[in-house]
């Protein structure tokens, strides 16, 4: 088993699926963290408000999403749309991840199960 620390995310626009081979000491084997949801707001009174609240819940679930991947080596990003892409280049203008190896990927929704079974086949672990 590599002793590399890696995870693997899948996610749309409202939630992520996450899993990853390490705690915070050491890399092991794969496991699926609790599920990360994004703040959906409905009903603001203007448009500027609604993109505001949009892009603060979008940093939001960003930053969910860094907490659970800190100290990995490499990453498997993949979903549906575009949040995939926006994470990534979210990870490449944040210090503690610009050296973060991210590979991007297309996937249609998957349970829990299947998002293990796909980062382990990406990593061949």
């Not at 679930?61 to 991947?69: G, M, S, V």
């Not at 800190?70 to 203008?93: A, R």
């Not at 991210?102 to 672990?125: I, R, W, Y």
Request: net charge negative.
């Amino acid at each position: 088993m590599s002793e590399k620390k890696l995870a693997g995310i899948w996610m749309d626009s409202e939630n992520a699926i996450v899993v990853k081979n390490h705690d915070i000491e050491s890399a092991y084997k794969f496991f699926v963290c609790d599920p990360v949801k994004r703040e959906v707001q409905h009903g603001n009174s203007s448009e500027k408000n609604a993109n505001n609240v949009e892009q603060t819940n979008t940093a939001k679930y960003f930053k969910d999403l860094e907490h659970l991947i800190t100290n990995t080596e490499e990453l498997y990003l993949t979903g549906t749309g575009t949040i995939q892409e926006q994470f990534k280049n979210h990870l490449s203008e944040t210090a503690q991840f610009k050296n973060l190896k991210v590979t991007l990927g297309t996937d249609q929704k998957m349970s829990p199960e299947e998002v293990l079974e796909t980062v382990k086949k990406h990593f061949n672990a």
